[in-house]
């Protein structure tokens, strides 16, 4: 008999009003364990409001959650998904140090050993190919090197759940295709990814599971591995 695993997230009931507007109304979101979702909408749909809820950015009124499997509440953030959640912007901001400093930013503010955050830091340099940025200043980064610094600042601090607020927006080609090359290498790591987009060269990555939301409903729909 095949188990049932738990999902690694899930909300239940979660509504967020926006002014007068009932911008969200969701009865369930469930997140898996290692699994990668697209979620996409018209403009104003609510998208980016979703993922920052998720990340504890933005409230909202949430009958039941767990994370993990255990019961939580959202309100205040608990410590075990702040740790496990790591929210990527649109436009990633950038501190005017350097990109070893960049990158290991939340490492330092955890206080992680020394010694760590240098292995863990030269690891994601080297995954997301900016090593020849170095001795470049976070200012004239174009915007596909700005958003791979800023996906390798999101993976060392290993999360469970990596949220992408619209990652290859406004990059040309070979920028998107940098940045889209990244994906599959987190789900490997066992990483669950929810990314929100309109970009059809995403949304077509193989074994991308569908969330669309539409009048602040959440409509669902697995895609098999080899679609």
Excluded at 11 to 31: C, E, N, S
Excluded at 144 to 153: D, H, I
Excluded at 186 to 200: F, M
Aim: aromatic share 4%; hydrophobic share 45%; proline share 5%.
């Amino acid at each position: 008999m095949t188990m049932m695993t738990r999902p690694l997230l899930q909300l239940q009931h979660l509504q967020k009003t926006v002014g007068q507007r009932l911008l969200l109304d969701i009865d369930q979101l469930r997140i898996e364990p290692g699994c990668a979702y697209v979620l996409t909408g018209a403009n104003g749909s609510g998208k980016s409001t979703l993922l920052r809820v998720l990340a504890g950015l933005a409230p909202a009124e949430i009958a039941r959650a767990s994370f993990g499997g255990d019961a939580v509440r959202l309100s205040p953030y608990p410590r075990t998904m702040r740790d496990a959640i790591v929210y990527v912007h649109q436009h990633p901001v950038l501190f005017s140090t350097s990109l070893f400093h960049n990158i290991a930013y939340g490492l330092l503010a955890r206080g992680i050993e020394k010694a760590e955050i240098a292995r863990r830091v030269e690891e994601a340099i080297a995954w997301a190919g900016v090593a020849h940025l170095r001795g470049s200043r976070p200012a004239v980064l174009s915007g596909g090197e700005k958003q791979r610094v800023a996906l390798a600042r999101a993976k060392v601090l290993a999360p469970r759940l990596l949220l992408l607020d619209e990652p290859t927006a406004n990059l040309d080609g070979r920028a998107k295709e940098q940045v889209i090359a990244l994906i599959p290498s987190l789900l490997e790591a066992g990483n669950s990814v929810v990314i929100a987009c309109h970009d059809r060269d995403l949304i077509a990555v193989p074994g991308m599971q569908r969330m669309k939301l539409r009048d602040g409903h959440l409509q669902t729909r697995a895609v098999p591995a080899h679609s």
